[in-house]
Nanobody
Framework: VQLQASGGGLVQAGGSLRLSCAAS????????MAWYRQAPGLQRELVAE???????TYRISVKGRFTISRGSAKNTVYLQMNSLRPDDTAVYYC?????????WGQGTQVTVSS
């Protein structure tokens, strides 16, 4: 499984960004896809996960501001980020979870200025 993430950038507080991630490999096994992020000096943390088409989980600090969704091709996942805050600044990684195995994309930088 290989993943390619895109869509990061620099945005002012209150702005929006949309991250995209396309995965290659066995699409049938990509039920669980997720976005994680890692800020400098901190551990990587779960931002949002989608299981199947509609079952979603969000970390509390992004709930109501971020939306994870799956593309029609099933091997793509998006993260719509609204009302961005400076503490959302991090490298964002997409992941496919197959059983106990995590497959990671290369990361895309999101920087939110105050």
């Amino acid at each position: 499984v290989q993943l390619q993430a895109s869509g990061g950038g620099l945005v002012q507080a209150g702005g929006s960004l949309r991250l995209s991630c396309a995965a290659s490999g066995s699409i049938a096994s990509m039920n669980r896809m997720a976005w994680y992020r890692q800020a400098p000096g901190l551990q990587r943390e779960l931002v949002a996960e989608i299981n199947g088409d509609t079952s979603t989980t969000y970390r509390i600090s992004v709930k109501g501001r971020f939306t994870i969704s799956r593309g029609s091709a099933k091997n793509t996942v998006y993260l719509q980020m609204n009302s961005l805050r400076p503490d959302d600044t991090a490298v964002y990684y997409c992941a496919v979870i197959i059983g106990p195995q995590y497959y990671w994309g290369q990361g895309t930088q999101v920087t939110v200025s105050s």
